[in-house]
Nanobody
């Protein structure tokens, strides 16, 4: 399983970043995909999810600021993050929520987002 996230970096509060994640076809396929994050000392959490048809939902903490999208032809999922806050600082990962729930996938390389105040 390949899950390669990129696009993280250091940004000031109020700034924006766009994350990308290329997934292998076996996990991307027709599955919903999601973006997760793990802040230091905290559990990994799902912050955004998108179905193969493009329906989306978000955690309350990012609703209205983050936008998830996907390009099925490129097996790629994106996360546009606007109005970033220091509490958004975390390592961000993509994965397929159903595969995660059933323990069918590992975690690829995440990308670190650091938001300074």
């Amino acid at each position: 399983v390949q899950l390669q996230a990129s696009g993280g970096g250091l940004v000031q509060a109020g700034g924006s970043l766009r994350l990308s994640c290329v997934a292998s076809g076996s996990i991307f396929s027709d599955n919903p995909m999601g973006w997760y994050r793990q802040a230091p000392g905290k559990q990994r959490e799902l912050v955004a999810r998108i179905t193969s048809g493009g329906s989306t939902d978000y955690a309350d903490s990012v609703q209205g600021r983050f936008t998830i999208s996907r390009d099925n032809a490129k097996n790629t999922v994106y996360l546009q993050m606007n109005s970033l806050k220091p509490e958004d600082t975390a390592v961000y990962y993509c994965n397929a929520p159903l595969a995660v729930a059933y323990g069918l996938t590992g975690w690829g390389q995440g990308t670190l987002v650091t938001v300074s105040s």
